[in-house]
């Protein structure tokens, strides 16, 4: 059987668009062959739909939708996942389904029957799981259909269990000779391998082909990578659809050859789905532009090349807003990092602001030592001027700041924090040397001296990051502990760092709360990031 395989990019509630993307990747499919056609899960939609699924006029659109869908499906079937009503009551009001529309009709439904409520995940606030799962039959063929989490059950693959069900064996019970899963399944960076390995064990353990196609894109913090997957009966994976892109295959299932193993290098997945970040959420935004603060240091500096391959460097103006105790390497490295990209590159000096408001404000602040007060004014007058640029020529503006800065409050509210965006608030700054210099490995494209410079936020004179903060290698350690693996004060301590550092950093987390609340969206690349998926009141005296 050929299957074909559509990995696409949804827009939320853009139902002519995902529906015109819908139907010419369909008919492509056709015309390769396809005797049976895949889409991800809530494709007619766009995934995650959130609070738009209470509203009646988006799920009345959603189903239009899926009626006109129909009347162009021919006798290749399309499954495809939409939004369906839930007839009974008490429960909630709706389904994430899968339908299969052929010759015209929906001829089947199916509901998701495991709804992921973690993380980012709040599938239960609006749907009601699907009581019953049965095979799909078609052309003398009795399929599996599936959506996303009901696969991420198997009981030998997964030592901790979520759910008591396992909708895989109860199909393969029933007797199937294909699964099919659609699926909007968010990366974060390892989420491939594991993907890949789980997947092959539910084709290996219960003997039957499966079929998996991802959604590809990013919808506000989630990015979807694609890399949908097809394995036969042995678990031998037949074909890996690409990493961040769109693409529509056909995999002959009976095949007998193995698709080529492909390369999976860390840095080029993280790169590609920043990339891909930036990209989606500016242009789903209706913008076309950025803008952001060039300040001759490693952050920025990435940030601007993330941007100029996701948008093109027509759309990327960088800004240098010099004080008083800016250097003049970091000025010159702001412009050599501007000239190697090719960007529109504009100096606009704070200094005499910066006097202005020390005057405004030095009737009340006589008598006090400087301290951070006078030093955010800078960053503060840095936010305000990309905010005036953002308003002017209708640009979003992109924040800098990365995980481990956010982490402990090393940024400034109103300040370094304005944007609408924060692409690399879940790459922690080991990571942003690593991906820099990956960046660098042919040509020298951000300035080695952005690199290997000591962080400074160039805020007083001869500052730098580890004035106040511990070398970023342990920082990182630390943090990664305990805001992605959520372990205590007394673990971390365990793991063999100094306490009276542990305890510094877990007190500058706790501490900061309010900051992050306040911060723009950052895209998620790991396991846990700030933002939708960690919930941790602000109020509160909990300390470990």
Same mark, same amino acid.
């Given at each position: 059987m050929n299957v074909g395989l559509l990995q696409l990019n949804a827009t939320i509630g853009d139902f002519s668009g995902n529906l015109t993307r819908l139907r010419e990747a369909y008919e492509l499919a056709c015309r390769q062959g396809a005797e049976m056609v895949v889409a991800p899960e809530l494709f007619l939609c766009g995934y995650p739909p959130r609070d738009l699924l209470l509203r009646e006029d988006f799920v009345l659109r959603n189903e239009t939708a899926l009626l006109e869908a129909a009347t162009w499906v021919g006798r290749v079937p399309l499954f495809v996942g939409f939004v369906d009503r839930n007839p009974d009551r008490p429960g909630k009001p709706l389904f994430n389904s899968a339908a299969m529309l052929v010759n015209g009709v929906v001829a089947h439904r199916q509901a998701k029957t495991l709804l992921p409520t973690y993380d980012v995940f709040d599938e239960g606030r609006y749907f009601e799981p699907g009581s019953s799962i049965a095979p799909v039959i078609w052309n003398g063929h009795r399929i599996g259909l599936?959506?996303?989490?009901?696969?991420?059950?198997?009981?030998?693959?997964?030592?901790?269990?979520?759910?008591?069900?396992?909708?895989?064996?109860?199909? &393969?019970?029933?007797?199937?000779?294909?699964?099919?899963?659609?699926? /909007?399944?968010?990366?974060?960076?390892?989420k491939e391998s594991t993907r890949? /390995?789980?997947?092959?064990?539910? &084709? @290996?353990?219960?003997?039957? $082909?499966? %079929?998996?196609?991802?959604?590809v894109g990013a919808n506000d913090e989630l990015i979807f990578d694609g890399q949908s997957l097809c394995f036969d009966s042995a678990g031998t994976l037949l074909f890996q659809g690409h990493s961040f892109a769109e693409q529509v295959a056909v995999v002959n299932l009976q095949t007998t050859t193995a698709a080529p193993a492909v390369p999976q290098c860390s840095e080029a997945l993280l790169h590609d789905s920043l990339v891909l970040g930036i990209r989606d959420y500016v242009r789903k935004c209706g913008f076309k532009g950025v %803008?952001?603060?060039?300040?001759?240091?490693?952050?920025?500096?990435?940030? &601007?090349?993330? &941007?100029?391959?996701?948008?093109?460097?027509?759309?990327?103006?960088? %800004? /240098?807003? $010099?004080?008083?105790?800016?250097?003049?390497?970091?000025?010159?490295?702001?412009? /050599?990092?501007?000239?190697?990209?090719?960007?529109?590159?504009?100096?606009?000096?704070?200094?005499?602001?910066?006097?202005?408001?020390?005057? @405004?404000?030095? $009737?009340?602040?006589?008598?006090?030592?400087?301290?951070e007060a006078e030093e955010n004014i800078q960053s503060r007058l840095r936010g305000l001027t990309l905010m005036a640029i953002s308003n002017k020529f209708g640009c979003l503006v992109l924040t800098t700041g990365n995980k481990s800065e956010m982490a402990v409050g090393y940024c400034t509210l109103y300040g370094d924090m304005c944007g609408a965006l924060a692409p690399i608030a879940d790459v922690f700054k080991t990571q942003i040397f690593a991906l820099c210099r990956w960046i660098n490995r042919a040509d020298e494209i951000i300035p080695w001296a952005s690199i290997t410079k000591p962080p400074s936020a160039e805020l007083r004179p001869n500052q730098t990051d580890q004035d106040s903060l511990p070398p970023y290698e342990i920082l990182d350690a630390i943090l990664e502990a305990h805001v992605v693996g959520n372990k205590s004060r007394a673990d971390i301590i365990l793991l063999g760092h100094p306490a009276d550092m542990v305890n510094d950093v877990l007190n500058k987390v706790t501490f900061s709360e309010y900051k992050r609340r306040q911060a723009a969206p950052g895209l998620k690349v790991s396991p846990r990031a700030f933002g939708m998926g960690r919930r941790i009141p602000i109020a509160q005296r909990f300390r470990t």
């Open positions: 599936t959506i996303c989490e009901d696969i991420w059950n198997d009981e030998d693959f997964w030592p901790d269990r979520i759910y008591r069900r396992d909708p895989i064996r109860e199909l &393969a019970g029933q007797g199937i000779d294909l699964i099919i899963n659609l699926s /909007a399944s968010p990366w974060h960076q390892g890949q /390995a789980m997947l092959r064990r539910v &084709a @290996q353990d219960e003997r039957i $082909p499966l %079929v998996q196609v991802n959604s %803008v952001l603060g060039l300040s001759g240091g490693i952050d920025s500096a990435l940030t &601007a090349v993330l &941007a100029v391959e996701a948008l093109g460097k027509e759309n990327v103006l960088g %800004v /240098a807003m $010099p004080s008083r105790y800016s250097s003049e390497g970091s000025w010159k490295d702001a412009e /050599a990092l501007a000239l190697s990209l090719g960007i529109r590159f504009e100096v606009i000096a704070i200094e005499p602001g910066f006097k202005v408001m020390e005057e @405004q404000l030095q $009737p009340l602040f006589a008598g006090r030592p400087r301290n």
